[in-house]
């Protein structure tokens, strides 16, 4: 199995900053990508951002030129940069990983809220 552990979710003003880190640990072999996706109050889980281990990240458009996905190959590990953080980025983000032949795992969640 493949255990996923989050951390750096709290609460920012608007304009703010946070960094997400995720590590994962476990049967992590043959790892395609890893990323992050959010749940909003009553909205689906959505694709925040991610990141292919050959470092091709892909962004929501909502995100776009706010947000750096990197990744830590050697340490599997994957970060998430957030800058001029909005209202409606308040979100539970959950960091995601796919390993070969295609199984995502989850990992249990960080909340994000951004309020004055």
């Known amino acids: 199995q493949v255990q996923l552990v989050e951390s750096g979710g709290g609460l920012v003003q608007p304009g703010g900053s946070l960094r997400l880190s995720c590590a994962a640990s476990?049967?992590?072999?043959?790892?395609?990508?890893m990323g992050w996706y959010r749940q909003r109050p009553g909205n689906q889980r959505e694709l925040v951002a991610t990141?292919?281990?050959?470092?091709?990240?892909n962004y929501a458009d909502s995100v776009k030129g706010r947000f750096t996905i990197s990744i830590d190959t050697a340490k599997n590990t994957v970060d998430l940069q957030m800058n001029s953080l909005k209202p409606e980025d308040t979100a539970v983000y959950y960091c995601?990983?796919?390993?070969?032949?295609?199984?995502?795992?989850w990992g249990q969640g960080t909340q994000v809220s951004v309020s004055s």
């Open positions: 995601n990983l796919v390993r070969l032949p295609g199984a995502y795992f």
């Open positions: 476990g049967s992590i072999f043959s790892i395609t990508a």
């Open positions: 990141i292919t281990t050959g470092g091709i990240a």
